[in-house]
Each structure stands twice: as C-alpha cells, then as structure tokens.
C-alpha cells in the first residue's frame, strides 16, 4: 500500500514539472509574455509591427519550445507572410 502512495506521489510531482508552466517576465519590446514548461510555451504576443499592434496568442510545442524568443518570432512572421 504504502509503495503505491509513493509511486502515485512521484508521477503526480513529474507531471507536474513537465505540464505546469512558469511565467516570465514581460518583453520590454512591446509586453509580450511568455510561459514556459518543459513540454511546451506560451508566447502572448503584443508587438508594435509597421505601426500597429501585433496580438495573438500562440502555443509552441516540444522542441520549438526550446527555441530563443527571436526565433519563434521569425516562424511567427513567416507564418503571417
């Protein structure tokens, strides 16, 4: 019984670690925001982009989420283009 409490503990504590994201600062280019977990990001974006405002929310899953935030903003604009 007491092995299965154990076994139930660390998995919950693990999925925790890979599920749960962490927020970050705001980006002084603009307030975006990122939140990161191990298997995935968050980017809401807010950037001045050719005198308007660019916001969208997008989710960049693993090994993306890896990546620097000025690269997923150069995937973020070929995207747009």
């Known amino acids: 019984m007491r092995k299965k409490i154990i076994t139930a503990a660390v998995i919950m504590l693990v999925l925790l ?12 280019e603009g307030g975006t925001r990122q939140y990161a977990a191990l298997t995935y990001k968050v980017v809401k974006w807010q950037r001045a982009v050719d005198g308007e405002i660019y916001k969208k929310t997008s989710v960049y899953f693993f090994p993306d989420n890896f990546k620097s935030i000025d690269e997923l903003w150069a995937m973020e604009t070929n995207d747009t283009e």
């Open 17 to 28: 670690i890979l599920f749960v994201p962490i927020p970050l600062p705001p980006l002084k």
